[in-house]
């Protein structure tokens, strides 16, 4: 994770009260909501973001990416990487922030999502 990154890792201990032991089937599931909702996250934020480009590069230096250890966490880094853009993200007031805002916006439809697969998986 380099400077100036968001990093938003999913505790799935209170999504799964009863299960002791990660499964292979759970595990794989949930590896693929947060792949699922990554590239809608980073789409979001690039379409999204407030500011007004001069050259383009904060813009599509926006990103939302996917990471595992399987069987233990799964996440998604949200972030910048020009170097400038944690002042986007602070600067007055946070009027041009766009990472927070993502994670208030999809945070509840990334865990909707897991909460539909626990569902069906008969762990809820």
Do not use: C
Request: net charge positive.
């Amino acid at each position: 994770m380099a400077k100036g990154d968001f990093h938003f890792e999913l505790d799935m201990k209170p999504l799964l009260r009863g299960v002791k032991i990660l499964d292979a089937q759970t595990d794989r599931g949930v590896a693929g909501v947060v792949e699922y909702w990554d590239s809608r996250i980073e789409a979001h934020m690039k379409l999204a973001a407030p500011w007004t480009d001069r050259t383009g590069n904060a813009r599509t230096g926006l990103f939302a990416k996917a990471g595992h250890e399987p069987g233990v966490r799964h996440w998604i880094d949200l972030g910048h990487r020009m170097p400038y853009g944690i002042w986007l993200e602070i600067r007055f007031g946070g009027r041009y922030a766009i990472v927070f805002p993502t994670l208030v916006t999809y945070g509840p439809k990334v865990m909707q999502t897991l909460t539909k697969l626990f569902t069906r998986l008969g762990h809820l």
